[in-house]
Structure formats: C-alpha cells, structure tokens
C-alpha cells in the first residue's frame, strides 16, 4: 500500500508542469495521515474503556488517547485547511483541548479517589462466560 502511494506521488509530481500540484497532494496527504492517526488513538482509548478492569485505568486509557487522538485530529485538520482564519480557531480549539482534558481528567479521579473509590490491586484475572452471562448471579453468588 504505502509503494502504491509514493508510485502514485512520483506520478502526480512527473504530469504536474508546476510543483504546486504536488504540493497541494503532499497537503492532503499529510492531512489524511494525522486524521487516521487520530482516529486510531481514539479507537484505542475506547477499546481501553471497554477492556480494563476498573475506573482508574479506564480513565487514564480515556484521557490519554482521546486527548492525543483529538489533538492529531484537529491538527489535520489545520493542515488541510491551509492558513486561514478556520485554521487560526482550529488551533484555539486545540490549545483549549489541550490544557482542559488532562485538567478535566485529574480532577474526576481525585473526586472519584476522595469519594471512596479505591483502585483494584494485585492482578486482574477476566471474568469467565459464565460469570458474563449471569449464571453466578443465577445462583446467588455476588462479585
């Protein structure tokens, strides 16, 4: 895939009498790249949400990637709409984005810890299928 899109830039740049063509295809190209990559990190903090075991991780998992995620995002965002004044708010929205969520993020675990809320130590065995299912429950067992 990745020979098929440098053969595809080689050609671009080759027909293209002027560079500005391939410039404007680097753009998106780049654009494109940082947007996956975003979304990438936030597929995978919500794969951390559903999959680990308590709040704390679940947590840290959420304000991780989704902060990095976002940032990637709207910093392709930025690159692809070039230098105007959508790219002068992008980059406001991202400054904000950046000081807020890990900010919003330690406060809610504090609350949560100052709540009561105590992390799950030692090592973290997973649920079997049946205790999924609610057959332990059925039969009167608690977790």
Known sequence: MISTLFYAVAEVAKS???GYEFLHFLQYGIAV???SAGLLFVLGGTLGVLRLPDFFTRIHAAG???TLGAELILLGLIIQEGFTQLSLKFLFVSMFLLLTSPTA????ANAAYQAGLKPRLGKYRAPS?????????KKGETH
């Open 33 to 35: 790249a940082c947007i």
């Open 16 to 18: 293209s009498g002027s």
């Open 105 to 108: 993020t330690h406060a809610v």
């Open 129 to 137: 299928p049946s205790e999924i299912d609610g057959s332990a429950a």
């Open 64 to 66: 991780m990637t989704d």
